[in-house]
């Protein structure tokens, strides 16, 4: 109890001299493909002063983009599986986060791998305190049968079938789970158990968002 105390007071301490500068304040949200990422991103910004940024969003928006030129290379990395080159969605972030009125983001499905990380540590490092890495941590045959559903349901996405499915996992454990590693060596993440009911994560996750 105690030590939970002084682990939630250091945590406190360093949330708010991060947030007292100048830089953009940056929650990362990462988990596997149907964790709930985007689903807890959607209450917690109805309850706390964040802006929502999904990148898999962002990325979609920008092939469905009339004349955009780097439509068609996101639309076949995103029916593989695989993630898109940094430069394409560091430079989606970075623009929503200048149009944005908001210094604080919820920044979902971001970085996934090492060039992920790398582009935005040179490109956005300088700008952005990093508060804390949300890991929603569920297992592979709930992810699978929340996109299928989802998929089954119309969510029109190109990649919620069977086949894109497969390689999603297989990046995300080859790729994301190494970038949850790092951060968690920093001490800067907060794992969450996924797979209940929306409602009881979110009890959790609003315990760390009242704290900060
Ligand atoms: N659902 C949610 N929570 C539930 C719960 N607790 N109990 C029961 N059901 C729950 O949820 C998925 C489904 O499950 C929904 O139907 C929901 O109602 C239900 P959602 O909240 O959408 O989960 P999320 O984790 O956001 O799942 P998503 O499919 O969006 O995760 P991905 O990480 O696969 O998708 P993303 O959009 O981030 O990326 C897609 C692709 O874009 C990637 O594979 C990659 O190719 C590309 N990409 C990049 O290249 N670079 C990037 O930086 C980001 C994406
Ligand atoms: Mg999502």
């Not at 830089?23 to 959607?42: D, I, M, R, S």
């Not at 962002?58 to 080159?85: C, F, M, T």
């Not at 894109?164 to 060596?185: A, W």
Request: glycine share 8%; aromatic share 8%.
């Amino acid at each position: 109890m105690l030590l939970a105390t002084v682990l939630l007071n250091g945590f406190k301490s360093l949330v708010t001299s991060a947030m007292s500068s100048n830089k953009f304040n940056v929650v990362f949200v990462l988990g596997g493909p149907g964790a709930g990422k985007g689903t807890q991103c959607a209450r917690i910004v109805a309850e706390y002063d964040f802006v929502h940024l999904s990148a898999g969003d962002l990325l979609r928006a920008e092939h469905q983009r009339e004349n955009s030129k780097y439509g068609a290379i996101i639309d076949e990395y995103i029916k593989d599986g695989n993630i898109v080159p940094v430069a394409i969605t560091c430079k989606l972030l970075e623009q929503a986060m200048q149009q944005s009125r908001s210094n604080k983001f919820l920044i979902d499905g971001f970085p996934r791998n090492q060039d992920n990380l790398d582009g935005w540590e040179k490109e956005m490092g300088d700008k952005t305190n990093i508060l804390c890495v949300l890991f929603f941590d569920c297992p592979r045959e709930v992810c699978v049968q929340r996109c299928l559903s989802r998929g089954a349901a119309g969510s029109g996405r190109a990649d919620d079938n069977e086949k894109s499915l497969v390689k999603r996992l297989d990046t995300y454990m080859s790729c994301t789970m190494p970038i949850i590693e790092y951060y968690d060596k920093k001490n800067l993440v907060r794992k969450f158990d996924a797979s209940p009911p929306a409602d009881k994560i979110f009890a959790e996750v609003s315990k760390l968002f009242n704290s900060l």
